[in-house]
């Protein structure tokens, strides 16, 4: 079974520059969900698709960040512009269900340097 | 206020010996606890995860979690290391009524295995 495709790998931008990532959810999985990990810190939850449709989205910075998930399968995680202090891992996570008795499957996540 | 901490940052055990990672969670009622393994340049791997009934909890890799109520804490132990097991570990959270995920994620504690 083929895991949670994320790309790119790596990304260096200068700040204020915009900057997209990309995510392919395990095939059949409802779930979609976008973390943060800041260098030292645990993963921090930024958004969380059901389908193509909004479940969580409370700890996204709306002025610089959107998502969408069109179909309801792959997304996508835009910055613009970007801060210094975006610099993290985004991680891209699925799972087959809503709420947290399911497992969520993550990628190998794409870090993010702003300069 | 919802968190979870894990004291320990870095610990480095040798090599079979046994091993313990500490975990305290603030929470309104008792969540779902797990357990995750990041090694370098890796997604996150759910290790265990529980939700009720034994409060000893078997996972992947031989490692093992104990849910103590009373102390609201979630260790992580295993009975002899390898040197694989050298990857950062992160105790979450997760709440047991709710549609949304939002698992809260400790800090992290990583693992140094000694030959």
């Known amino acids: 079974e083929a895991g949670v495709a994320q790309s790119p790998r790596y990304k260096i931008i200068e700040k204020r520059q915009s900057v997209a990532f990309w995510c392919n959810p395990i095939?059949?999985?409802?779930?979609l969900y976008w973390y943060q990990q800041i260098l030292g810190q645990g993963p921090k939850l930024l958004i969380q698709?059901?389908?193509?449709?909004?479940?969580?989205d409370s700890q996204l910075p709306k002025d610089r960040f959107s998502a969408e998930r069109l179909k309801g399968v792959d997304s996508t995680l835009k910055i613009q512009p970007a801060k210094l202090e975006d610099s993290a891992v985004y991680l891209c996570a699925s799972s087959p269900g809503t709420g947290v008795n399911t497992e969520a499957f993550f990628g190998q996540g794409t870090r993010l340097t702003v300069v | 206020a919802q968190s979870v901490t894990q004291p320990d940052i870095h610990i480095t055990v040798s090599e079979g010996a046994s091993l313990e990672l500490r975990c305290n969670y603030s929470y309104g009622a008792t969540p779902y606890l797990f357990w995750y393994v990041q090694s370098p340049g890796q997604g996150l791997q759910l290790l265990l995860k529980y939700f009720s009934g034994d409060t000893l909890v078997q996972g992947i890799k031989g490692f093992e979690a104990e849910f103590k109520r009373s102390q609201s804490s979630f260790n992580l132990r295993k009975p002899s290391v390898h040197w694989s097991d050298a990857a950062e570990y992160f105790c979450?959270?997760?709440?047991?009524?709710?549609?949304?995920?939002?698992?809260?994620f400790g800090s992290g504690t990583r693992l140094s295995i000694r030959p």
């Open positions: 698709f059901q389908n193509n449709g909004v479940v969580d």
């Open positions: 095939s059949g999985h409802a779930t």
């Open positions: 979450a959270v997760g709440p047991r009524y709710s549609s949304a995920s939002k698992i809260i």
